[in-house]
T-cell receptor
């Protein structure tokens, strides 16, 4: 049973518009939530994270929102750029275990 | 040079063959991990090691084994490869103590095809 789910396998957005990626989780014991970005032929790279005690974290064009009651988080990219085209993975971790649990990924295509 | 190096980058092997994927790191991290990526399933943890002599099974360890030869080296073996082990395999490392990204560094991956 997947503890972290990304229900949208793909997303297409126009350059300059907002991209919204969603992620749901089932384990309320997760301490941190992270987003990773992956280009073809490369390994995932860290993008942004949020502690379970926060509801928002912003870093430049990237903002992550956490709704603990709904066990839901989202990543907003504003404005979207063609270089943002990649696969985005949502991940969660319990601090004590230090093992990342990943969602299935969302492929984002930003059209010029 | 990359912080986490995986070899080979691509491999095609036959069903029943034994194959080893290797990972080495220059990060100085104690913790190392092997994940596999399948479409729609994300990355799933196969094995992990928090130190030399420490080996732990992940969520999908059946059919795999690992060896932590040194702090910097963590290899993954498929004792008798089968077609459903065709996937993209990633090695990762992390620091002992957490920070905002938990210090995970991934290699570039090994694409394995079992025919």
């Amino acid at each position: 049973d997947q503890q972290v789910k990304q229900n949208s396998p793909s997303l297409s957005v126009q350059e300059g518009r907002i991209s919204i990626l969603n992620c749901d989780y089932t384990n309320s014991m997760f301490d941190y939530f992270l987003w990773y970005k992956k280009y073809p032929a490369e390994g995932p790279t860290f993008l942004i994270s949020i502690s379970s005690i926060k509801d928002k974290n912003e870093d430049g064009r990237f903002t992550v929102f956490l709704n603990k009651s709904a066990k839901h988080l989202s990543l907003h990219i504003v404005p979207s750029q063609p270089g943002d085209s990649a696969v985005y993975f949502c991940a969660a971790i319990k601090a004590a275990g230090n093992k990342l649990t990943f969602g299935g990924g969302t492929r984002v295509l930003v059209k010029p | 040079d990359a912080d986490v190096t995986q070899t080979p980058r691509n491999r095609i092997t036959k069903t029943g063959k034994r194959i080893m994927l290797e990972c080495s790191q220059t990060k100085g991290h104690d913790r190392m991990y092997w994940y596999r990526q399948d479409p729609g399933l994300g990355l799933r943890l196969i094995y992990y090691s928090f130190d030399v002599k420490d080996i732990n099974k992940g969520e999908i360890s059946d059919g795999y084994s690992v060896s932590r030869q040194a702090q910097a080296k963590f290899s993954l073996s498929l004792e008798s490869a089968i077609p459903n082990q065709t996937a993209l395999y990633f090695c990762a490392t992390s620091a002992t103590t957490g920070n905002k990204d938990y210090g995970y560094t991934f290699g570039s991956g090994t694409r394995l095809t079992v025919v």
